[in-house]
C-alpha cells in the first residue's frame, strides 16, 4: 500500500539554528512528493513540490528538501530557523496511477524557541 | 483572485442528524478532495472528484457522500452524524497530476 511516514510527532529548535523534518514514502513507480505548512485554524499553505530533475528542491520562506531515492525520503530542510517557521508541517506524496489522489504524513509540529 | 472556500467555519450538530458542509472553488480545478484532520491521523481523504458526475471514495468513506453537480463545488454530506465523525474538514482542489493543492479553510465540526 502507498504511504507515508513522519517519523517525529514534534522537533524543536533553537532560533538560528538548522532543523529538519523527516519524511519518507512507499509507493509504486515514481513518485511526486509535497511539503505543506499549517499556521492555527488555517488551512494548508504549499510550500514545495518534487517531481523530476534536481534532488534539491527549493521553496517558499528559505524551505528547501531533498529528494533521496536510494533512502526513499524527501526531509524538509532550513539553515536556519525562525521563530515565525513554528507551526505544522505535513509531508504528502501522490504518484502517476494515483491519478491525482494525494497521500499526507501525520504531521510534524515545528517549534522554534527565542 | 481565485480561492477555495468552505461554510460553515464551525458547526455543532447533534447525533444522528444530517449534516453538509459546502466547498466552493474558483479555480476552475477538475480535482477536488475532502479530509478530514484528526490528532495523530493527519489528513485522511474522505471523497474525491476528478470532475462532474465522478465520484470516488477514499480511505475512511463510511458514513460520507459526495455529489459533483458542476465544476466548482462539491459538497459533503454526513447521512447521519456520529460522535466519532466529529473533526476539522478540509476541502482541497488541484488541476491535475503533479500540481500541488489548494486548502480551504477548514470546517470544524462537533457531533454532541
Known amino acids: 500500500a502507498q504511504s507515508v511516514a513522519q517519523p517525529e510527532d514534534q522537533v524543536n529548535v533553537a532560533e538560528g539554528n538548522p532543523l529538519t523534518v523527516k519524511c519518507t514514502y512507499s509507493?509504486?513507480?515514481?513518485?511526486?512528493l509535497f511539503w505543506y505548512v499549517q499556521y492555527p485554524n488555517r488551512g494548508l499553505q504549499f510550500l514545495l513540490k518534487?517531481?523530476?530533475?534536481?534532488?534539491l528542491v527549493k521553496g517558499s520562506y528559505g524551505f528547501e528538501a531533498e529528494f533521496n531515492k536510494s533512502q526513499t525520503s524527501f526531509h524538509l530542510k532550513k539553515p536556519s530557523a525562525l521563530v515565525s517557521d513554528s507551526a505544522l508541517y505535513f509531508c504528502?506524496?501522490?504518484?502517476?496511477?494515483?491519478?491525482?489522489?494525494?497521500?499526507f504524513g501525520s504531521g510534524t509540529r515545528l517549534s522554534i524557541r527565542p | 483572485d481565485a480561492e477555495i472556500t468552505q461554510s460553515p467555519r464551525h458547526k455543532i450538530t447533534e447525533t444522528g442528524r444530517q449534516v453538509t458542509l459546502a466547498c466552493h472553488q474558483t479555480?476552475?480545478?477538475?480535482?477536488m478532495f475532502w479530509y478530514r484532520q484528526d490528532l495523530g491521523h493527519g489528513l485522511r481523504l474522505i471523497h474525491y472528484?476528478?470532475?462532474?458526475?465522478?465520484?470516488n471514495k477514499g480511505e475512511v468513506s463510511d458514513g460520507y457522500s459526495v455529489s459533483r453537480s458542476n465544476t466548482e463545488d462539491l459538497p459533503l454530506t454526513l447521512e447521519s452524524a456520529a460522535s466519532s465523525q466529529t473533526s476539522v474538514y478540509f476541502c482541497?482542489?488541484?488541476?491535475?497530476?503533479?500540481?500541488?493543492?489548494?486548502f480551504g479553510q477548514g470546517t470544524r465540526l462537533t457531533v454532541v
Open positions: 482541497a482542489s488541484t488541476p491535475g497530476l503533479n500540481t500541488e493543492a489548494f
Open positions: 472528484s476528478y470532475g462532474v458526475q465522478d465520484t
Open positions: 509507493v509504486s513507480g515514481n513518485p511526486y
Open positions: 518534487y517531481i523530476t530533475g534536481d534532488n
Open positions: 504528502a506524496v501522490s504518484w502517476y496511477s494515483s491519478a491525482s489522489k494525494i497521500i
Open positions: 479555480w476552475n480545478h477538475n480535482n
